[in-house]
């Protein structure tokens, strides 16, 4: 596929280069265009370094604007990180931690504070999990309706969850109605590449594909991957309609367009786990003419992109909103970065527990990481592990064949069949993998404390109902004997 700027002439192209305002720009807030993907990890675009993938609309999306490395959700599952997302606020403390429930109607959220600063905002595509279940069972339903919980046909100017097949054209009408002397928010929602992995542009070699480093190499996993990877490819496409109908519509000059996964890929260590291939998700935003092209490593958190939304459309934030506004680093301007992204592992999908109930229905986990090392507080860890969505894969069923026949390495043995611990503490630096938990070495001791002690304050903040952390649980190390 051609290579095309999403730029829109000479002007922009100069100023955007350049990182100051286009002619004509900066007399009204922007207009917000939010593309979210679904289960999609950092690593798996061609400008995040996967070069056997094909995704050349996100790629020259990325190349003019900003590229974020160490942007995390603040969940590895749908409605919770969504939550965040959404509301500024941890899904803790947003009082979401159910799939079944709808946000509550005390949470304000981005198109709602926009809408106050004169906004005309609105959502589409694959279902965004903030309203309750779409097709509730009756006793739900009547709950819902009892209880008046579904609100956000009064949250949003315009509403349709038609699926990703109708998003472009959902937007080129949402523009073509958009009062002309307002700007506008809209959120658009794709269900690729959430599995099951059934959509594709082209079927891709899975000998070509590129296995992270906590996998074994199994070739279940490869095909698995191979048509994951596909459904990438697959929004790549319909992202560049979107831009292309947002060109079209003469609107690109003025629009702050950001796209972001909602969470990790369904694969194991992916969602439903708070290691990094559940939590790190791409994120890239362009402004012609406002964002400098380039990339950063700053930490970003799931909680920070509604700051950013609201602070970009010039509100104030809400009471209650702990994300950090990262506008001013769009810009060029000061920007004091986070030490530390937090997240928070909660019950999945709408199964009740059951004797046979696994982790990827049921698991309660917190962390906390900073640039160089996370530390993972299980508070179920007697839940037997298995992968969310794609239990039923070739590449699980592969590696517990291998797991019970003796053939899997001892560290994949460790990672998800044998009892996990209540810490994990990883060096990333060391073991991007986090496979080698080093929690409870004396070696470890600071850098423990330090992160468990941040870990509990953020459970306070967010009056989350899980235990304390045991801060004394790193011996100290033993006092040298004097000369």
């Known amino acids: 596929m051609e290579r095309r700027s999403f730029l829109g002439g000479a002007a922009a192209t100069?100023?955007?280069a350049m990182?100051?305002?286009?002619?004509?720009?900066?007399?009204?807030?922007?207009?917000?265009?939010?593309?979210?993907?679904?289960?999609?990890?950092?690593?798996?675009?061609?400008?995040?370094?996967?070069?056997?993938?094909?995704?050349?609309?996100?790629?020259?999306?990325?190349r003019e604007g900003m590229v974020f490395e160490r942007a995390?959700?603040?969940?590895?599952?749908?409605?919770?990180?969504r939550t965040a997302l959404m509301t500024g606020r941890s899904p803790v403390a947003a009082r979401m931690g159910r799939f079944s429930a709808p946000l509550p109607r005390d949470v304000t959220t981005v198109p709602e504070v926009l809408r106050m600063r004169g906004y005309h905002t609105g959502v589409c595509g694959r279902y965004f999990h903030l309203d309750g279940q779409v097709n509730p069972a009756p006793l739900t339903k009547q709950i819902y309706d009892k209880h008046n919980l579904k609100t956000w046909k009064n949250r949003v100017d315009v509403m349709d969850i038609s699926g990703q097949p109708k998003t472009t054209a959902l937007f080129t009408d949402f523009l073509a109605r958009a009062p002309k002397d307002k700007p506008w928010f809209?959120?658009?929602?794709?269900?690729?590449?959430?599995?099951?992995w059934d959509a594709s542009v082209r079927k891709i070699d899975p000998s070509s594909v590129k296995l992270p480093p906590h996998w074994p190499d199994l070739p279940?996993?490869?095909?698995?991957?191979?048509?994951?990877?596909?459904?990438?490819?697959?929004?790549?496409?319909?992202?560049?309609?979107?831009?292309?109908?947002?060109?079209?519509?003469?609107?690109?000059?003025?629009?702050?367009?950001v796209f972001m996964g909602d969470n990790g890929m369904a694969f194991p260590?992916?969602?439903?786990?708070?290691y990094d291939l559940g939590l790190n998700v791409p994120l890239m935003a362009r402004w012609p003419g406002r964002i400098k092209p380039g990339r950063t490593r700053t930490l970003i958190s799931g909680e920070d992109?509604?700051?950013?939304?609201?602070?970009?459309?010039?509100?104030?934030?809400?009471?209650?909103?702990?994300?950090?506004?990262?506008?001013?680093?769009?810009?060029?301007?000061?920007?004091?970065?986070?030490?530390?992204?937090?997240?928070?592992?909660?019950?999945?999908?709408?199964?009740p527990m059951t004797p046979e109930t696994k982790a990827s229905t049921f698991d309660l986990s917190r962390c906390v990481r900073s640039d160089k090392y996370k530390l993972i507080y299980n508070l179920t860890p007697q839940m037997e592990y298995q992968p969310v969505d794609s239990a039923g894969d070739p590449g699980w069923l592969e590696m517990k064949a291998a797991h019970a026949e003796g053939k899997l390495k001892p560290e994949f043995d460790r990672a998800y069949f044998g009892s996990r611990p209540v810490l994990e503490l990883y060096d990333l630096d060391a073991d991007p993998g986090e496979l080698h938990n080093l929690a409870?070495?004396?070696?470890?001791?600071?850098?423990?404390q330090s992160l468990m002690a941040a870990l509990q304050e953020k459970l306070v903040i967010d009056s989350d109902f899980v235990p304390p952390v045991l801060m004394e649980s790193v011996p100290r190390q033993p006092a040298r004997k004097k000369q």
């Not at 809209?186 to 099951?196: K, M, T």
Request: with cysteine.
């Open 186 to 196: 809209f959120w658009i929602n794709y269900s690729d590449p959430h599995h099951p």
């Open 19 to 62: 990182g100051v305002p286009a002619p004509g720009q900066g007399t009204r807030p922007p207009n917000i265009l939010f593309v979210l993907s679904d289960d999609h990890s950092r690593p798996h675009l061609g400008i995040n370094g996967a070069d056997w993938m094909r995704t050349p609309n996100l790629d020259q999306f990325g």
């Open 269 to 274: 260590h992916g969602k439903g786990s708070l």
């Open 440 to 448: 409870g070495k004396p070696e470890m001791r600071d850098v423990q």
């Open 305 to 351: 992109i509604a700051a950013t939304f609201m602070d970009a459309g010039g509100a104030s934030l809400p009471a209650g909103v702990t994300g950090r506004s990262f506008y001013p680093l769009l810009q060029g301007g000061a920007y004091q970065p986070r030490e530390y992204i937090f997240a928070a592992r909660l019950h999945h999908g709408n199964g």
């Open 14 to 16: 100069l100023s955007a």
């Open 72 to 81: 995390f959700t603040a969940a590895p599952q749908c409605v919770p990180s």
């Open 220 to 257: 279940g996993l490869r095909g698995d991957l191979a048509r994951y990877a596909a459904e990438i490819e697959h929004a790549d496409r319909d992202f560049g309609d979107v831009m292309a109908a947002l060109r079209k519509a003469g609107q690109e000059e003025n629009t702050l367009v």
